[in-house]
């Protein structure tokens, strides 16, 4: 009889790769399915088209330029593709969501190695790519369509922005607003903005699977607290209170599902919280005294890029070694 | 209130105790056994016999080849028919004593009824005698010589005694079936051990998915309290259930909350480790006269129809224990010695039980295969999973890269092998088969300077 010979261990956990970004898609679906229901079939296309043009071209890359095998099914390039289309406005035209998508994969992910070599996240890096090429038509928002309100115009962070820059109170702003309307949905906004309590949802979920830690995202949650409580108390005719900030642009899908991004964010747990502060903090500053009326993404890029510092600073402790 | 456990990483396998229910029964007698001389962590022992002697169950065939070493007993009664290097279940060759056997005859003196002795003699020495001329290891799997273990060095001083029955492995269920079934005699053995040490206390640490054995030692406790005050200072402590909790490591972090330095040992802490299964050998070797010749074994896994524990003479072949308990099933892949997590795949059926052998796990195709590797998505499970606090990711990249310096400063040799991190990685990078190269590189390079320091220090003489 021939027996299998091989070191321990000899048995294996659950997690795979594609369990892990399985998970993560399955996170999403909640937000995902609120956008689809509040936009409609334009919704519906720009995930569609993100998902499908973000794996096409990972194939694409991988079987016809770098000539291996495909890695589609470890499923990270549905992830990033779902982020992606979450991160844009429902009428943004199919051929901008297919460059964004390119950029992303093509661009933040391949070129630097492929899953688990790249920097920065793929899906900011390709929303990002969008907004300084398209401000247009990324930073003007149509009222989800199902609603006698629904309105066009602005999201309630770029009034805010408009606000600040031209010396109004924010407050005529901000009163527009209520929190419980601002959690459930209904804000004007990407996807991945427009319901604050799916995206949560999704959060929990993958808390509760172990697939991420929670200790980024909170610390983030309360640096942007902190940060804008600090500032509200200080003059709150000029900034935005704590409550608006947390709830308002994509501040919960960022601090959710991109900041927690594996292979962009840090190791150790204590690197995650001074990540998350970062996160926080800039994302704060760029939106009371940035020219963008949003911050999160690029908060998030800059701290990806001190991800491997922190990695190195920030070690967890040693068993035995004081 | 929160059960302890150990304060860094750890995973939570599926404990599939199977064969938790089966009592432990003797396995019949090998016709031959093949008693290897290197068991036991330390020097190999030397033979004390010849070809062609005839020896009794419990005759000493091989004494201490160092300070570090023990003596080995006849298992069977018969002939010795060659001392000669034997395959062993690697398939390496190890010096082997084989007997055929005739009968079953046993020394004189070794007390083979069941009656139970709880007068514990006052002679430490006499003890410790006993344990060494008993040839008894650690039975928990590093089968480090407890005579050894018993005799802290000069200047240290032993706190506590842990008795370890947390058995954290999965499907293991030895050290189970000799608490519920031998509890007495594992009691005695912990008193025995606890007043050599100098009467200090005593924890018996037994994981929250055994309530039945938890139960049971409690009650032992109390009824042998009433009898003597040397069962004083016995308590079990139940723990949270938790993968490598067993490791002597984590258990006394666990149970004392001290933390044993890298390359430290447990006694620098003040706490002494015996597994269930030495406190009982300890128990038959003072109390009974009768050495390490047997030790339970469990025999399982899902694609097993016969599940067992047995109790098997040391030196019994393994394909004879397997084919008495209805041979391997075809499904059956790899044949394991030990648990599933540390155990050795076994590559020669051939090759004998030893001192130490705690289980024989069959697994499927299925259940042992490994994913295709993937590249390495930085999730951080491994280093989540790393009871010692290690970063799995970091070390396996620079063991590929040969950087001893580097593995070294991220404390590599204090590696466990535990193979947390495998078990974990989700992208199947094969993170402990390459470590434990790199920690190889780094114990030999730490090795060698000591051993430099130590030249110059002569020559400087």
Redesign the interface.
């Given at each position: 009889?021939k027996?299998?010979?091989?070191?321990?261990?000899?048995?294996?956990?659950k997690?795979?790769?594609r369990?892990?970004m399985t998970d993560v898609v399955i996170a999403l679906l909640p937000a995902a399915i609120c956008s689809v229901v509040f936009y409609g079939w334009r919704e519906a296309l720009v995930l569609a088209v993100s998902v499908l043009s973000c794996v096409g071209f990972e194939w694409l890359i991988t079987r016809g330029l770098m000539k291996q095998k495909s890695?589609i099914c470890?499923m990270?390039a549905v992830v990033t593709g779902l982020l992606l289309g979450m991160n844009l406005p429902f009428t943004t035209p199919w051929w901008m969501v297919m460059t964004g998508a390119l950029v992303a994969i093509g661009i933040a992910k391949m070129t630097f190695g492929?899953?688990?070599?790249n920097v920065f996240n793929p899906a900011l890096v390709g929303r990002v790519f969008l907004l300084v090429s398209f401000p247009a038509v990324m930073t003007t928002w149509v009222g989800p369509v199902h609603f006698a309100d629904a309105y066009t115009g602005s999201t309630p962070l770029s009034s805010v922005n408009e606000a600040i820059l031209n010396g109004t109170p924010v407050t005529e702003i901000t009163s527009q607003y209520s929190y419980g309307s601002m959690l459930l949905a209904n804000l004007g906004g990407s996807a991945g903005e427009i319901c604050a309590l799916a995206l949560l949802l999704g959060f929990v979920y993958l808390c509760v699977r172990k697939v991420i830690k929670p200790w980024i995202t909170l610390s983030i949650f309360a640096t942007v607290a902190l940060t804008s409580l600090i500032f509200w108390g200080v003059d709150s005719a000029r900034f935005t209170d704590p409550a608006f900030n947390l709830l308002s642009g994509g501040l919960i899908l960022g601090a959710c599902f991109m900041a927690t991004d594996?292979?962009t964010s840090p190791?150790?747990t204590k690197g995650g919280i001074i990540f998350g502060i970062g996160i926080g903090f800039l994302t704060m500053m760029i939106r009371y005294f940035g020219s963008y009326p949003e911050g999160v993404s690029f908060a998030i890029l800059i701290m990806n890029a001190f991800v491997p510092l922190l990695n190195r600073w920030f070690?967890?402790?040693?068993?035995?070694?004081a | 209130m929160r059960k302890p456990t150990f304060s860094i990483g750890g995973v939570h396998p599926h404990d599939s105790k199977i064969s938790r229910e089966c009592r432990v029964e003797p396995m019949p007698l090998p016709d031959s056994a093949y008693i290897a001389v290197a068991q036991h962590i330390g020097a190999p022992a030397k033979p004390l016999v010849a070809v062609g002697d005839k020896v009794k169950v419990g005759q000493p065939i091989a004494e201490p080849g160092g300070f570090v070493s023990a003596f080995i007993h006849a298992s069977v009664s018969g002939t010795v028919k060659s001392i000669a290097p034997r395959a062993d279940l690697a398939g390496n060759p190890v010096m082997t004593i084989e007997i055929a056997r005739e009968g079953d005859e046993w020394m004189e003196g070794i007390d083979l009824s069941d009656t139970l002795v709880t007068e514990i003699p006052d002679d430490n020495k006499a003890i410790l005698d006993k344990i060494r001329l008993g040839g008894i290891v650690g039975l928990g799997g590093a089968t480090f010589p407890t005579h050894v273990k018993l005799s802290p060095p000069p200047g240290s001083k032993c706190e506590r005694l842990i008795i370890n029955g947390c058995e954290c492995e999965p499907y293991l269920t030895s050290d189970f079936r000799c608490l519920l079934e031998k509890g007495e005699q594992v009691v005695i053995g912990a008193a025995i051990l606890k007043q050599v040490l100098g009467g200090v206390p005593c924890t018996v640490a037994i994981e929250e998915n055994k309530p039945e054995a938890i139960a049971h030692i409690g009650e032992v406790i109390a009824r042998l309290r009433k009898q003597s005050p040397k069962y004083d200072g016995i308590e079990v402590m139940v723990m949270k259930m938790r993968y490598p909790q067993g490791g002597e490591k984590q258990l006394i972090d666990a149970v004392m909350h001290r933390q044993v330095g890298s390359g430290a040992l447990p006694i620098s802490v003040g706490a002494v480790v015996q597994n269930v299964g030495t406190a009982l050998a300890v128990y038959d070797a003072v109390l009974k006269n009768k050495p390490l010749v047997d030790n339970t074994l469990t025999v399982t896994g899902e694609c097993f129809p016969h599940q067992a524990n047995l109790l098997v003479r040391v030196g019994t072949p393994l394909r004879t224990i397997l084919e008495h308990l209805g041979g391997i099933p075809d499904e059956a892949v790899k044949v394991i010695s030990g648990g599933p997590m540390m155990g050795k795949a076994v590559a020669n059926l051939d090759a004998a039980t030893l001192k130490g052998t705690s289980a024989l796990l069959l697994l499927t195709e299925k259940q042992t295969a490994r994913g295709e590797e993937g590249p390495c998505i930085r999730c951080g499970k491994c280093a989540e999973a790393c009871p010692m606090g290690l970063e799995p990711f970091l070390l396996q990249k620079l063991s590929r890269i040969g950087d001893v310096e580097a593995l070294e400063a991220n404390a590599a040799q204090d590696c466990i092998e535990c193979g947390c991190c495998l078990y974990s990685c989700p992208a199947n990078i094969p993170l402990l088969d390459i470590i434990r190269l790199g920690k190889a590189d780094a114990m030999k390079a730490i090795r060698e300077r000591a051993a430099a320091a130590k030249a110059a220090a002569e020559a400087a003489k």
């Amino acid at each position: 009889m021939k027996l299998l010979v091989s070191p321990n261990p000899h048995i294996h956990s659950k997690w795979s790769t594609r369990s892990l970004m399985t998970d993560v898609v399955i996170a999403l679906l909640p937000a995902a399915i609120c956008s689809v229901v509040f936009y409609g079939w334009r919704e519906a296309l720009v995930l569609a088209v993100s998902v499908l043009s973000c794996v096409g071209f990972e194939w694409l890359i991988t079987r016809g330029l770098m000539k291996q095998k495909s890695t589609i099914c470890d499923m990270s390039a549905v992830v990033t593709g779902l982020l992606l289309g979450m991160n844009l406005p429902f009428t943004t035209p199919w051929w901008m969501v297919m460059t964004g998508a390119l950029v992303a994969i093509g661009i933040a992910k391949m070129t630097f190695g492929g899953l688990g070599q790249n920097v920065f996240n793929p899906a900011l890096v390709g929303r990002v790519f969008l907004l300084v090429s398209f401000p247009a038509v990324m930073t003007t928002w149509v009222g989800p369509v199902h609603f006698a309100d629904a309105y066009t115009g602005s999201t309630p962070l770029s009034s805010v922005n408009e606000a600040i820059l031209n010396g109004t109170p924010v407050t005529e702003i901000t009163s527009q607003y209520s929190y419980g309307s601002m959690l459930l949905a209904n804000l004007g906004g990407s996807a991945g903005e427009i319901c604050a309590l799916a995206l949560l949802l999704g959060f929990v979920y993958l808390c509760v699977r172990k697939v991420i830690k929670p200790w980024i995202t909170l610390s983030i949650f309360a640096t942007v607290a902190l940060t804008s409580l600090i500032f509200w108390g200080v003059d709150s005719a000029r900034f935005t209170d704590p409550a608006f900030n947390l709830l308002s642009g994509g501040l919960i899908l960022g601090a959710c599902f991109m900041a927690t991004d594996y292979v962009t964010s840090p190791m150790s747990t204590k690197g995650g919280i001074i990540f998350g502060i970062g996160i926080g903090f800039l994302t704060m500053m760029i939106r009371y005294f940035g020219s963008y009326p949003e911050g999160v993404s690029f908060a998030i890029l800059i701290m990806n890029a001190f991800v491997p510092l922190l990695n190195r600073w920030f070690k967890q402790k040693k068993f035995g070694r004081a | 209130m929160r059960k302890p456990t150990f304060s860094i990483g750890g995973v939570h396998p599926h404990d599939s105790k199977i064969s938790r229910e089966c009592r432990v029964e003797p396995m019949p007698l090998p016709d031959s056994a093949y008693i290897a001389v290197a068991q036991h962590i330390g020097a190999p022992a030397k033979p004390l016999v010849a070809v062609g002697d005839k020896v009794k169950v419990g005759q000493p065939i091989a004494e201490p080849g160092g300070f570090v070493s023990a003596f080995i007993h006849a298992s069977v009664s018969g002939t010795v028919k060659s001392i000669a290097p034997r395959a062993d279940l690697a398939g390496n060759p190890v010096m082997t004593i084989e007997i055929a056997r005739e009968g079953d005859e046993w020394m004189e003196g070794i007390d083979l009824s069941d009656t139970l002795v709880t007068e514990i003699p006052d002679d430490n020495k006499a003890i410790l005698d006993k344990i060494r001329l008993g040839g008894i290891v650690g039975l928990g799997g590093a089968t480090f010589p407890t005579h050894v273990k018993l005799s802290p060095p000069p200047g240290s001083k032993c706190e506590r005694l842990i008795i370890n029955g947390c058995e954290c492995e999965p499907y293991l269920t030895s050290d189970f079936r000799c608490l519920l079934e031998k509890g007495e005699q594992v009691v005695i053995g912990a008193a025995i051990l606890k007043q050599v040490l100098g009467g200090v206390p005593c924890t018996v640490a037994i994981e929250e998915n055994k309530p039945e054995a938890i139960a049971h030692i409690g009650e032992v406790i109390a009824r042998l309290r009433k009898q003597s005050p040397k069962y004083d200072g016995i308590e079990v402590m139940v723990m949270k259930m938790r993968y490598p909790q067993g490791g002597e490591k984590q258990l006394i972090d666990a149970v004392m909350h001290r933390q044993v330095g890298s390359g430290a040992l447990p006694i620098s802490v003040g706490a002494v480790v015996q597994n269930v299964g030495t406190a009982l050998a300890v128990y038959d070797a003072v109390l009974k006269n009768k050495p390490l010749v047997d030790n339970t074994l469990t025999v399982t896994g899902e694609c097993f129809p016969h599940q067992a524990n047995l109790l098997v003479r040391v030196g019994t072949p393994l394909r004879t224990i397997l084919e008495h308990l209805g041979g391997i099933p075809d499904e059956a892949v790899k044949v394991i010695s030990g648990g599933p997590m540390m155990g050795k795949a076994v590559a020669n059926l051939d090759a004998a039980t030893l001192k130490g052998t705690s289980a024989l796990l069959l697994l499927t195709e299925k259940q042992t295969a490994r994913g295709e590797e993937g590249p390495c998505i930085r999730c951080g499970k491994c280093a989540e999973a790393c009871p010692m606090g290690l970063e799995p990711f970091l070390l396996q990249k620079l063991s590929r890269i040969g950087d001893v310096e580097a593995l070294e400063a991220n404390a590599a040799q204090d590696c466990i092998e535990c193979g947390c991190c495998l078990y974990s990685c989700p992208a199947n990078i094969p993170l402990l088969d390459i470590i434990r190269l790199g920690k190889a590189d780094a114990m030999k390079a730490i090795r060698e300077r000591a051993a430099a320091a130590k030249a110059a220090a002569e020559a400087a003489k």
